[in-house]
């Protein structure tokens, strides 16, 4: 495959006779590189190092870089408007506003607690945001929230140890999460553009990989890409739950994949150097490091764009 078509059934197959080139960028390590995320109409990738309480962006035409602090650990981010992102941040959701650096509050989770954090986040199709938060510890914990677009959030899952793999098939009526200590990713039928979520199924066991589930995608075909944080590969998984490839990367711990580039047919992976709570410290010179691969012969999708309510009062 030479074109990102998203139509050819065989693609799993020409995926592994491609030239895939993988590259890392020259932008300096993150200590805790999570969520990558492209906006198409910026041509900007914007990921986050949540250790330094940072949300990071490139533009690859130019080189240009720049970086935002957030006034705590910052787990995800996702599209809104007007050249705003929203944050997941330990107490709840905001908006970052790029141009004047001004943070905002959406929701705040009550009580506070200071066992948690927000950690994996992403838009649903519909422009809806949902985070899990997780244990500081690794105690059972965390929820995942979907934000109300009148305010509020829905808890959708709880019981939670360490949130990820979070995104959605291109239709919006599949959704996939994990707590990566079970090994598992978990697959549930979702409205769209309704309330619903249906009763979780296993999608993938990742024990025979040798790694819990850390983030994932899922590109134009319907496949998931997930990174597997403890062997340093990424797997792309059939959506009937087979692992249909795997590519060995050169950091040991890769976190989060996510498609950008004009034509969405790079993806971008970040990594790990030193997670902060000493399960995750990179043994590799390039632990930390944004990846770009190429050659991969399929495209992504385009996130959705934050629906709020209050959005409109903010603009």
Request: charged share 20%; aromatic share 6%.
């Amino acid at each position: 495959m030479t074109a990102c078509t998203g139509d050819d059934p065989s693609s799993s197959q020409n995926l592994r006779n491609t030239h895939v080139q993988i590259s890392k960028l020259d932008l300096g390590p993150s200590l805790l590189g999570e969520s990558p995320l492209w906006d198409p109409d910026a041509a900007t990738l914007f990921w986050v190092d949540t250790v330094r309480s940072m949300v990071r962006s490139y533009h690859p035409a130019s080189g240009v870089e720049h970086s935002w602090s957030t006034p705590s650990w910052v787990g995800s981010i996702g599209l809104a408007d007007k050249g705003r992102l929203i944050l997941a941040l330990r107490d709840g959701f905001h908006l970052l506003d790029l141009a004047s650096a001004e943070i905002t509050l959406l929701w705040r989770a009550e009580p506070p607690d200071a066992r948690i954090r927000f950690n994996d986040g992403k838009m649903d199709r519909s422009g809806r945001f949902l985070c899990g938060s997780m244990g500081l510890h690794a105690e059972p914990l965390g929820v995942l929230h979907r934000l109300r677009p009148e305010g509020g959030t829905d808890r959708l899952v709880e019981g939670v140890r360490i949130a990820n793999s979070l995104c959605f098939s291109p239709a919006g009526d599949v959704m996939y999460f994990a707590d990566s200590l079970s090994r598992q990713i978990l697959a549930f039928d979702y409205e769209p553009a309704g309330e619903r979520v249906g009763p979780p199924r296993v999608f993938l066991d990742t024990e025979p990989l040798g790694s819990g589930p850390d983030g994932a995608t899922v590109d134009a075909e319907g496949f998931l890409w997930v990174a597997l944080v403890q062997v340093g590969r990424l797997a792309r998984v059939s959506p009937r739950g087979t692992v249909e490839a795997l590519i060995d990367l050169p950091v040991d711990l890769p976190s989060c994949p996510a498609f950008g580039g004009g034509d969405l047919d790079v993806l971008y992976v970040t990594s790990i150097k030193d997670s902060g709570s000493g399960r995750a410290v990179s043994q590799v010179p390039d632990g930390g490091a944004l990846l770009a691969i190429e050659g991969l012969g399929v495209c992504g999708l385009p996130e959705a764009r934050l629906r709020f309510a209050s959005l409109k009062e903010s603009t």
